[in-house]
């Protein structure tokens, strides 16, 4: 079992930057895979950005270049730095656990926080 919070969304004008942050209610070093997604209104859940437990990244190529997402094992966080924001890059925000067993995975998700880019 696992409990993230987010936190660090806000109100920020086009150009900007926001880091988010998640903490994990436990040693992420054996989680897998942790990673961002973002939902904005009327569209489905997309990926941001993941980061494996051996430090490997992937981004979606909308931020490509933008974010940067890394991670703190011994503070049991992840981040995500979003510089150069965009009015697109409006929605919220969701920190993700992915622990893969050998004949399954599971997956845990925070509450969420809201990304909110002006123009």
């Known amino acids: 079992q696992v409990q993230l919070v987010e936190s660090g969304g806000g109100l920020v004008q086009a150009g900007g930057s926001l880091r988010l942050s998640c903490a994990a209610s436990r040693n992420i070093f054996s989680i897998n895979v942790m990673g961002w997604y973002r939902q904005a209104p009327g569209k489905l859940r997309e990926l941001v950005a993941t980061?494996?437990?051996?430090?490997?990244?992937n981004y979606a190529g909308s931020v490509e270049g933008r974010f940067t997402i890394s991670r703190d094992n011994a503070k049991n966080t992840v981040n995500l730095q979003m510089n150069s924001l965009k009015p697109e890059d409006t929605a919220v925000y969701f920190c993700?656990?992915?622990?893969?067993?050998?004949?399954?995975?599971?997956?845990?998700w925070g509450q969420g926080t809201q990304v909110t880019v002006s123009s």
């Open positions: 980061i494996t437990s051996g430090d490997s990244t």
């Open positions: 993700n656990a992915r622990l893969d067993r050998s004949a399954y995975s599971m997956s845990y």
